[in-house]
T-cell receptor, first 115, second 110 residues
Framework: GAVVSQHPSRVICKSGTSVKIECRSLDFQATTMFWYRQFPKKSLMLMATSNEGSKATYEQGVEKDKFLINHASLTLSTLTVTSAHPEDSSFYIC???????????FGPGTRLTVT | GQQLNQSPQSMFIQEGEDVSMNCTSSSIFNTWLWYKQDPGEGPVLLIALYKAGELTSNGRLTAQFGITRKDSFLNISASIPSDVGIYFCAGRNTGNQFYFGTGTSLTVIP
């Protein structure tokens, strides 16, 4: 149980274009979803927290107009990187939690490369 | 944001040896979680701890929630090659904020 999927697993895009990453909880309803960014050999950096049906809460220093998060249902959250630049290249990972549990279950991650 | 101090940063051990790593915080935590991440994958939850002093096992893995509520330990017994990866601790503080540790990279030499 508690399986989270992400799509796509890898994406290469040109500078200036936008990319959408989907995060789905497959066997549970996620009350909260989280988006992280991870640089090589570094820990996870929380970008934003989203609850279904409400606006995401962004961490300090994360541009909400650049990283658009939509949490339209209890099983789907999307992250759109708008007007991507090479410095946005990174590993993006989502996680989800349900009910009153504080455990976060992670997706497999999406490797974004902006050329 | 705050990050938890995790040590050691990396470990190189022989197959069969036991492993111990820990995570410390300057503030009190209500939840400790331990994850393992393989290259190019998302972290996988290993153990969750909710009470001070709690000792929980998952196969060869054992984790403890420190009595002071400011630290946690993860032990791996009789390591095998597939234990290779990066181990992260994560904690939830009294304000319900989550923080991740800096990670411990484990290499197991056959």
């Amino acid at each position: 149980g508690a399986v989270v999927s992400q799509h796509p697993s890898r994406v290469i895009c040109k500078s200036g274009t936008s990319v959408k990453i989907e995060c789905r909880s497959l066997d549970f309803q996620a009350t909260t979803m989280f988006w992280y960014r991870q640089f090589p050999k570094k820990s996870l950096m929380l970008m934003a927290t989203s609850n279904e049906g409400s606006k995401a809460t962004y961490e300090q220093g994360v541009e909400k107009d650049k990283f658009l998060i939509n949490h339209a249902s209890l099983t789907l959250s999307t992250l759109t990187v708008t007007s991507a630049h090479p410095e946005d290249s990174s590993f993006y990972i989502c996680s989800a939690r349900y009910g009153q549990l504080y455990e976060q279950y992670f997706g497999p991650g999406t490797r974004l490369t902006v050329t | 944001g705050q990050q938890l101090n995790q040590s050691p940063q990396s470990m190189f051990i022989q197959e069969g040896e036991d492993v111990s790593m820990n995570c410390t915080s300057s503030s009190i935590f209500n939840t400790w979680l331990w994850y393992k991440q393989d290259p190019g994958e998302g972290p996988v939850l290993l153990i969750a701890l909710y009470k001070a002093g709690e000792l929980t096992s998952n196969g060869r893995l054992t984790a403890q929630f420190g009595i002071t509520r400011k630290d946690s330990f993860l032990n791996i017994s009789a390591s095998i090659p597939s234990d290779v990866g990066i181990y992260f601790c994560a904690g939830r503080n009294t304000g319900n904020q989550f923080y991740f540790g800096t990670g411990t990279s484990l290499t197991v030499i056959p």
